[in-house]
């Protein structure tokens, strides 16, 4: 196997053996990325130079020090990294170099991991298919004609095309499990607050959430562990101790109880997405599973709620790019002319588009209409799943309802795209915990995700699960194809 290949769990093993040293594995990984991101775009900044020290210097301390000791992550552009480029794929922050870490970028690096580069995502994390970039759309690595997802498609690309071991990203609506999904690989959603969002720039303060991408469950537990715990610098931050999430990978869950909402299996979603999470179902019930239909009736609603919540939240938060502290400033003759030309210029039409949907929602005479009723339909969502979660331990769902679409194919239809996220958008508006797993591949042979949610604070359980079915399959060990092609081009 190729060493960008590994695991993060195979790479700590040969680097705690001293087979292989992490300047070996780095420099393996920025070979890779060298020969195939010119084709998937995964990177908006590379960091070569601060990789290879990093790397350098994890080699010169003992073996297994730090959990992630020498492997190469990608970390999503949109999480603050001192002295390197953070731009939210946005014009208005183009040039912006944070003279700080965010919270779990500093563990990242007291873990001894190598910092690789930051990737490409939708502007301010806006979007479901990584083309609202204002520099480049990302491609899938399965097919570079189509999409990897969004918001964090970078990430998820470049897991699965072998250009980093594992990335961080950010899932405001579905932005870490369906891009996870579309790529073929696992993301993680942890419950909000489990992980500190101090150094994340806000998109929509009560919905965000950092979670992580990577080729299987157990990278998935050792990653969250390393990032989740409290933060005094974020005052949502939950104040519950962290446990050791990978000795919830046992592979059995004889006598756990399976939900499965009828609202999540509609009309519309591609048949082969039905077909694939239905037999992923039953390889549940197979390794002793009660499977349990239970009802989650407000789910239609999810959608609208959160686009009335996400964009007030949006409009408050991206007020502070004016033109007068950092970012893009374009000089007009007078301050408001200022005001106009740098954001009109700076922001790209889909952040427009939310901007003014949250203002408009915001704004006396209708905020007790929208925004208000959103959030009074927002705690009845929530109430289904705590009531759902009495009955049951996890609820099992597609996570995207088809696979992944072709590049510009839903770009001149928002309400097509926003529906992307359909099977997502609820567990934020919950602020619970959900991880995609790959079940299946469709006739094209794009990856199919399945979503296994979880109670608040119940990331052990839906990694159990989670653990549990990928080993009874290997969906997780197929790569996408894009080697042969590329090393016919180079």
Known sequence: MHLYNLT?????????????????????????????????????????????????????????????????????????????????????????????????????????????????????????????????????????????????????????????????????????????????????????????????????????QVGVLTRDVTDAAILLGVIAGHDPLDSTSLDAPVPDYTAALTGDIRGMRVGVPREYFVSGMQPEVEAAVRAALQKLADLGAEIIEVSLPHTDYALPVYYLIAPAEASANLARYDSVRYGLRIVGTSLEETYKQTRGQGFGPEVKRRIMLGTYALSAGYYDAYYLKAQKVRTLIKGDFDRAFEQVDVIVAPTSPTTAFRIGEKTEDPIQMYLSDIFTLSVNLAGICGINVPCGFDAQGLPIGMQIMGPALGEMTILRVAYAYEQATDWHTHHPPIASRTSRAH
């Open 8 to 208: 993060i769990h195979e790479a700590r093993s040969l680097l705690g053996a001293g087979e292989i040293s992490a300047v070996e594995l780095t420099q393996a990984v920025i070979d890779r990325i060298l020969a195939v991101d010119n084709d998937v775009r995964a990177y908006i900044t590379l960091t070569p130079e601060v990789a290879l020290e990093q790397a350098r210097a994890a080699d010169a301390v003992r073996a297994g020090a730090g959990p992630l000791q020498g492997i190469p992550i990608a970390v999503k552009d949109i999480i603050c990294t001192a002295g390197i480029p953070t731009t939210c794929g946005s014009r208005i922050l183009e040039n912006f170099i944070p003279p700080y870490d965010a919270t779990v970028v500093a563990r990242l690096k007291a873990a001894g991991a190598v910092i690789l580069g930051k990737t490409n995502t939708d502007e301010f994390a806006m979007g479901s298919s990584t083309e609202n970039s204002a520099f480049f759309p990302t491609r899938n690595p399965w097919d570079l004609e189509r999409v990897p997802g969004g918001s964090s498609g970078g990430s998820a690309a470049a897991v699965a095309a072998g250009e980093c071991l594992g990335a961080l990203g950010t899932d405001t609506g579905g932005s870490v499990r369906q891009p996870a999904a579309l790529c073929g690989i696992v993301g993680l959603k942890p419950t909000y607050g489990r992980v500190s969002r101090y150094g994340l720039i806000a998109f929509a303060s009560s919905l965000d």
